[in-house]
């Protein structure tokens, strides 16, 4: 195992001077839509500037499988629901989502110049066992345990999100890791293909931890889109791609380790 920076081109040429690597799986970088609009130089130049060095490297090594993290917010406004890697994108909300759809075409002009393949996956709201503490699944959870305010958005009956449980996920990536793009820009969806709304994503919580939420309504940011739905069709004829966890069950088993979890850290909320 080797701990690096991305950014660092020399270090990444040594390593596959060393190395001869068969796959690359490239899921690094600045991630989160909020602390996108705060700082998006930051996302720019880890999202697009550190791709670039990995993609230079790789432009002369094409027998090399790359398969790189997108997100779901590529899609901005205008974009035709359910959303499909067929259809135009539409305008990006934020910052972050220009800057995934900035390294999606990076990695398509490499091809198009250096002949080099490469994959791209549009995550859908990953969450599971070892997620981010920032993502709503994980942090409405602590929230809800400790009694802190819940901020939803006051549209939160009708703001959906597409909720792909991690296991899926992984399989999904093992598929793309198996798949020979056809052709340049390839990218897939990663979703459940279900979307549901933020008040089911709460109840459900609710059943699992016998608590209520203590419920605070915001508006709802400009940033925000009221809904992500995957069309997972192309992952399922091209990758066999075939997700299993409902959000139900997702969360279910996300509750257990939780609590197993926090149990082990000594972090468990009493009242």
Known sequence: MYRGDLCDGALLQSLFRRHDFTHVLHLA????VRASVKDPAAYAATNVGCFLSLLDVLKDRKNTTLVFASSSSVYGEGAQVPFSQ??????????????????ERFAEAYCVQYGMPATGLRFFTVYGPWGRPDMA???FTVQILKGEPLHLYSASRSIYRDFTYIDDVVDGIISAMDHTPIRCGEVFNIGRGVPHSLETLVSYLEEELGREANKVYLPLSSYELPITWAD??????VLSYCPKVSLREG?????????LYAEDKLQRYVH
């Open 251 to 259: 969360i279910h088993r996300f509750v257990q380790w939780y609590f």
């Open 137 to 139: 699944v994980y942090d």
């Open 29 to 32: 970088g600045h991630v989160g």
């Open 86 to 103: 067929h259809s135009p994108p539409g305008t990006p909300a934020n910052m972050y989502a220009a800057t995934k759809l900035m390294a």
């Open 232 to 237: 997972i069709s192309a992952s399922r004829s």
